[in-house]
Structures are given as C-alpha cells and as structure tokens.
C-alpha cells in the first residue's frame, strides 16, 4: 500500500493533463471546424464521410490492438516496441496497397466515380500513423500524457490551417481530406520527437507471440466498434443522399467532440492504473469506482447541457444550413453522455487480460445494432438513431455483468455511483430551459444557458456535499499553493 500516494499522484496529475489537453484539443477542433463548415457544404462533407468506415478500419488492422497489448505487459522490453513497430508498418502498408486497388469497387457501391483518387488519397492517413503505433503503446505504459497531447495539439493547429486555406481556396472536399492526413502526418512527427524510444533495424518478430492472442482480440473488437460507430454512414449513403450523410456527419462530430474530451481523459490513465493495482481486488475496485464517479461527475452534465444548446450552437456557429443536424446532435448527445462510462468499463475488463470478452461482447453488440438499424430504417433516419442511442445505453448494463464478475462492483454499488450525477446533470438542464424560455436573442441564450445549466449544476453539487467536487476543489487549491509539489 505504499506506493498509493504516488498512484494517486500520477491518476490525477494523468487526468488533469488529460482534461486540460482535451478539452484544449476540443476548442481547436471546435475553431476550425465552424470555419470549414461555414466554407463546405453537407455534399462535401458526405464525400468524405463515405469513406470514414474505410478509413478507420485500416486504421485498426495496422495498429492491430499492440498499443493496448503493450500497455497490458507485466514486463515490456526494447524488442516488445520495436516488434510491434515494424509489423505495424507492414500491415499498414498491406491494407493501403489492398484499398488502393479496390477503389473503384467503393465508388461502385456508393455510385460516386470521384471517390477513386479520394479515397487512394485519403487512405494514406493510416500507413502514416503506422510509424507511431510502438509510440503510442510507449506513452500511454508510461502515463506520457503531457507529451501525447502536445502532439495532437501541435497536429491540430498545422492541419486545421491547411483544411481551411484549400476550402477557402474552393479546394471543396479535398480540403477536409488534406487535413485529415495531415493531422496523422504532424502528429506522428511530434510523436517522434516527443518520445524517448526509438526502433532498431533488429527485426525480430517473436515477441509478437506472447501478444498477438491479446492484440488479435482487440484489434477484432475495434474493427467492430468502428463498424458500429460508422454503420449510419454506410446505410445512410447506401439508402439516401450525400446532404443526408453530410447532416449526420456534423452531428456525429460534434457529439463527438463532446464526449471524447470525457473519453479520452478517462482511456489515458483508466487501463495503466487499473492495471497497477490488479493484484489487490479491494484497492483496484476503490480505484474503480473513484474514476467512475469522477467520469460520471463531468460527463453527463457537459453532454446534457451540449444538447441542450445544440440549435443555437449550430445555427451560430456553422449557420442555419446546417439546423437539420442540431436534432441529430440532440440524440446523440443522450449517447455521448454515457460513452464515457462505457470506455472505462472496457478498459478494467482489458486491465484485467480479457481482451476476448471485450471482443466477444463488442461483436454481439453490433451485430444487434446492425439488425436494429436495419429494421428501423424504412421509418427514417430519427428513428434509427433513437434505436441506436437505446441499444448502445442498455448495453452497458452486459458491461456491467463482466464487471461485477471480475472486480464485485455489484449493478445497484454502480448506480449509486453514476445515477445522482446523472439527475441532477438532468435537472439542471431542465431547469435551465424553462427558465431561458423567455430569451429571444440567440446569442444570450447560448451564453445564458451555458452558464447557467453549469452554475445550478455546481451548486447542487456543493449542496449535496458531493466528495468528488470537494477533492477537484482541494486538488485545484492545493496545487495553486504548492505548485512545485509532485506528490
């Protein structure tokens, strides 16, 4: 029990390096976003968004699941990296070379010629981020948040200049394709800097083995999950029009933008220290269940209070244009605020080696997604997308199964870790809106209710006494006066 303290030290100092970069990583996404809407169209944005499945699946092959295999070793070694790095090249390469010539095949399936060099252009993105898979697994065993987000950032600001001067320039969708390779391009270069580690030209693939029953079970589960994630796009484009791919699209992003700032906050520490404190049940769960109070502390008021504003954030961010999707982003919003409960589920289930119920239960996920989708489809895109906010929030209550199995978190310990959160996230909302109602401006409403919903949040919080706030409150001061304090 010794080593707590230092635990402690590096969780929080994870997740606040993790906050503040996120959400710094969101405000740059935000920026450049409303400019390329404002310039783009939801054609453009649909051309792109046809090939988004295509893009993350290779994604997912070439990374093969060794960043979290290389997080999940006991003892890792110089030749578990450089394994893991040149076979992650190879796949890279081989998935590009296998899209390339099968372009003409995806443009058939979408009806759209022009998706030929785009997609040959845009698939580059994943045999360039082959080059950091071994970087990644590296930072995130050694909790490098600091370094991994000044990376992204740095990827950001470079990509998100050039997208904007090609959709100025009337470059149309190639500027959102042009950005998105070169976000992978700069971020693998500030990875490279950032990181200690460097391969060797030793290429010895038998560390592979004691890894490869591991990553082969993640990498299947991220395929699913990105097929899960992208199913909309590819029904959508199959069964209606590229405005229609283009509204989801928007609406998804900035969902997106939402709760990844929760989510990846909580997927940048939950697994590494989840991990360190595996031989200890009663500590890892206690650990568990002060990451889950603290994830469902911020997420459902952030996500809850986005929905609330969607029709005002849209219309002045990215103009009246685009109001089809602010409904959209509404519903998708009610997911958003439990995605990042569901990824700190899954990663005590990884911490814990069981990479295959992760697999299993991530397949059998979309498969019933699929089969609801498709039932749901004749009745329109609003109703598909209820059914899929409904499977994906009762689904995690399978989750929940392996982690009362596997930690004792027993169902009625995580609801009363999670659901007061969650009603007085919704209260506040609630309230907020009512009381708004008399505002016309649309300016001072977004502000007003802004502040407002977060102000009745806090305040209920304080009230109530909740320790979680208490502990931020103490963490924030404390650090303002003992600013040198590692500990």
Not at 181 to 204: E, K, Q
Not at 266 to 276: D, F, Y
């Amino acid at each position: 029990m010794h080593i707590e303290p230092n635990l402690k030290a590096k969780t929080t100092q994870g997740l606040l390096w993790g906050g503040v970069g996120n959400g710094l990583i969101q405000l740059l996404n935000l920026i450049f976003g409303i400019f390329l809407a404002r310039l783009l169209t939801p054609h453009d944005y649909g051309m792109v968004g046809y090939l988004t499945i295509f893009s993350v699946l290779g994604s997912s092959i070439q990374e093969c699941g060794f960043t979290n295999a290389l997080v999940n070793q006991k003892s890792i070694s110089h030749d578990d990296y450089n394994a893991a790095f040149w076979f992650s090249i190879f796949l890279g390469i081989s998935c590009y070379l296998i899209l390339f010539f099968t372009a003409p095949l995806i443009a058939d399936f979408y009806h759209e010629p022009r998706l030929v060099p785009l997609s040959r252009f845009l698939f580059l993105s994943f045999v360039i981020s082959s080059t950091v898979t071994a970087h990644n697994g590296f930072m995130m065993k050694k909790l490098m948040v600091k370094q991994k987000t000044l990376s992204q950032v740095i990827g950001l600001i470079v990509s998100g200049t050039i997208g904007v001067i090609l959709a100025f320039n009337g470059f149309a969708y190639w500027g959102i394709a042009t950005q998105t390779v070169s976000y992978v391009l700069f971020y693998a270069i500030s990875m490279w800097c950032f990181s200690p580690w460097r391969p060797s030209f030793h290429f010895n693939f038998k560390p592979l083995k004691k890894m490869i029953g591991f990553s082969s079970k993640v990498l299947i589960t991220n395929i699913f999950i990105h097929v899960n994630n992208n199913i909309f796009t590819v029904l959508l484009g199959r069964l209606y029009t590229s405005r229609d791919v283009g509204n989801y699209t928007q609406a998804a992003k900035w969902n997106q933008m939402g709760y990844s700032l929760i989510g990846n906050m909580i997927q940048g520490v939950a697994q590494p220290v989840l991990k360190e404190v595996e031989d200890d049940q009663e500590r890892q769960r206690r650990v568990f269940r002060k990451i889950l109070r603290f994830t469902a502390f911020v997420s459902f008021p952030a996500m809850l209070t986005l929905a609330l504003v969607a029709k005002e954030f849209i219309t002045i961010a990215i103009t009246d244009k685009w109001l089809t999707s602010a409904l959209i982003m509404q519903i998708l919003c009610i997911w958003g605020a439990f995605f990042p409960i569901g990824t700190l589920y899954t990663n005590m289930i990884l911490s814990k080696g069981k990479s295959g119920v992760y697999m299993y239960g991530t397949i059998l996920l979309g498969l019933v997604q699929l089969a609801v989708l498709i039932a749901t489809a004749r009745y329109g895109i609003t109703v598909m997308i209820v059914a899929f906010v409904i499977v994906n929030v009762l689904w995690l209550l399978v989750w929940q199964y392996f982690v009362q199995r596997y930690l004792g978190l027993s169902l009625w310990q995580a609801l009363l870790d999670v659901v007061p959160f969650a009603l007085v996230a919704l209260g506040s909302v609630v309230a907020t809106h009512f009381i708004t109602q008399f505002i016309s401006n649309i300016y001072v409403l977004l502000v007003v209710r802004l502040l407002l919903s977060a102000l009745i949040y806090l305040c209920i919080m304080k009230l109530l006494n909740a320790q979680i706030l208490n502990e931020a409150i103490d963490y924030l001061f404390k650090k303002r006066k003992k600013p040198n304090n590692a500990s």
